[in-house]
């Protein structure tokens, strides 16, 4: 994503532009016709944002790790609940890990979810 600063009859002068790169494991992208609980359509997963300056520095990079560690709790119980949507079905998108770089150093933040989704604070 380009973004330009205000110009007169036309764009101003570049001030920033970001890239992103996205998940594309084949895990993430699964057709299950026998079993919709087991298909996978998470198409838009970032992995990597960057920004850079206007001349092209780079100024700012994140950086995103899905569906890492083990799943807590249970909701087996909960309204309206796929059953065969358990802890068995690991890849559902859940940023576990977040870098921001900071200083030249990745600073992470690691995230736990349960099984249904829900963040642990």
Known sequence: MYEYDFGQGAA???LRHTTTAY??????DILNSGN?????????LP????TYSGGGTQMAQTTYAYDGG??????????SH?????????HRGNATSIGSLLNGSFLYTTKVYDYAGNLIP
């Open 36 to 44: 919709y609980s087991a298909s996978t359509h998470l198409r838009d």
């Open 82 to 90: 796929d059953t065969t949507y358990d802890a068995t079905v690991t």
């Open 47 to 50: 992995t990597q944002v960057t």
């Open 70 to 79: 083990t799943f807590h709790g249970s909701c087996q119980n909960g309204p």
């Open 23 to 28: 998940k594309t494991d084949g895990v993430y």
């Open 12 to 14: 101003g002068s570049l």
